[in-house]
């Protein structure tokens, strides 16, 4: 069983930056993903980022890519969402997941095994 508690969101304004936490627990795998989802209210869950444990390998959502990074503390078991220039469109709750290991680097929803309970993130004009 994995845990993952998500930590950092708030009020900002446009322009400002963020970085959002997520601590993880439990047992790991080496091999697995860890991922950054959002959801604004009325719609779906939306791929961010993901980061590939053991080779530290990064992956972006278009909406995103450019401003935000996703890196890991391995000491620390720790995944960061580093945003930037953050846009009222980014208001959405925001979820750390995690994937057991699969044969390519999982960016929906259903690919992931292991959720944060979200924190939100809301960014005004």
């Known amino acids: 069983q994995v845990q993952l508690v998500e930590s950092g969101g708030g009020l900002v304004q446009a322009g400002d930056s963020l970085r959002l936490s997520c601590a993880v627990s439990?047992?790991?795998?080496?091999?697995?993903?860890a991922g950054w989802f959002r959801q604004a209210p009325g719609k779906e869950r939306e791929f961010v980022a993901a980061?590939?444990?053991?080779?530290?390998?990064?992956y972006y959502g278009d909406s995103v890519q450019g401003r935000f990074t996703i890196t890991k503390d391995n000491t620390k078991k720790t995944v960061y969402l580093q945003m930037n220039s953050l846009q009222p469109e980014d208001t959405a709750v925001y979820y750390c997941?995690?994937?057991?290991?699969?044969?390519?680097?999982?960016?929906?929803?259903?690919?992931?095994?292991?959720w944060g309970q979200g924190t939100q993130v809301t960014v005004s004009s």
């Open positions: 997941a995690a994937a057991l290991p699969r044969l390519r680097v999982p960016r929906i929803r259903r690919e992931y095994d292991y």
């Open positions: 439990g047992r790991t795998f080496p091999s697995s993903t």
């Open positions: 980061l590939t444990w053991s080779e530290g390998n990064t």
